[in-house]
């Protein structure tokens, strides 16, 4: 059973409010990855970090940020929220075994409205 | 770069009859596949993966995937479909070495009849 967490689950805030998205990983992990998932679409990579101190943009990260202090925790901060940020977000984690990543953990994701 | 293309947005089966659901990627070596399923407000569950070695690749919940090399193809099957099963299904490919970003398709959302 994989354990990575997501806090919160389920947000509604207002435009032009700063928000964090939380993420925990328990397994020890050093790869992470902050998803975007649209109804009907594929998950838009935002961010992702090869361990602590390490963050790299995906191809949706213009408007977030994400740090890595802890091995365990890779929040993501939206300085300004809009409504084209209603979303669900999804983190996940892997870990590098035999030289390649092997498959990726998903915690359950948050469910952003933006009003 | 590696794409994956998963060409049934929906597929409808009644409870008990077999499923196929279809996935094609395109990269230039062999990559990692996988297929993962999504139930409603829940995240990404692995069903099965394909590193190497055999092609006929078993996971949980019943379902099995073959690797086609020679059509870029890895399907997922299960031969008898529960109502339990309805959810979105996603194929990802990953590539060896190197930074590996997983591509992940777009889903495809199966609806189970009773």
């Known amino acids: 059973e994989a354990d990575i967490y997501q806090t919160p689950r389920y947000l509604v805030i207002g435009t032009g409010k700063k928000i964090t998205l939380e993420c925990s990983q328990t397994m020890g992990h050093d790869k992470m990855y902050w998803y975007q998932q649209d109804p009907g679409m594929e998950l838009h990579l935002i961010h992702y970090s090869y361990g602590v101190n390490s963050t790299e943009k995906g191809d949706l990260s213009s408007e977030s940020t994400v740090s890595r202090i802890r091995t365990e925790h890779f929040p993501l901060t939206l300085e300004s929220a809009r409504p084209s940020h209603t979303s669900q977000y999804l983190c996940?984690?892997?870990?590098?075994?035999?030289?390649?990543?092997?498959?990726?953990?998903f915690g359950p994701g948050t469910r952003l409205t933006v009003l | 770069a590696q794409s994956v293309t998963q060409p049934d947005i929906h597929i409808t089966v009644s409870e008990g009859a077999s499923l196929e659901l279809r996935c094609n990627y395109s990269y230039g070596a062999t990559p990692y596949l996988f297929w993962y399923v999504q139930s409603p407000g829940q995240g990404l569950q692995l069903l099965l993966k394909y590193f190497s070695g055999d092609t006929l690749v078993q996971g949980i919940k019943g379902f099995e995937a073959e690797f086609k090399r020679s059509q870029s193809s890895f399907n997922l099957r299960k031969p008898s479909v529960h109502w339990s099963d309805a959810a979105e299904y996603f194929c990802a490919v990953g590539a060896r070495g190197g930074s590996y970003i997983p591509t992940f398709g777009r889903g495809t959302s199966l609806i189970v009849h009773p």
């Open positions: 996940a984690s892997s870990v590098k075994t035999g030289g390649s990543y092997n498959e990726q953990f």
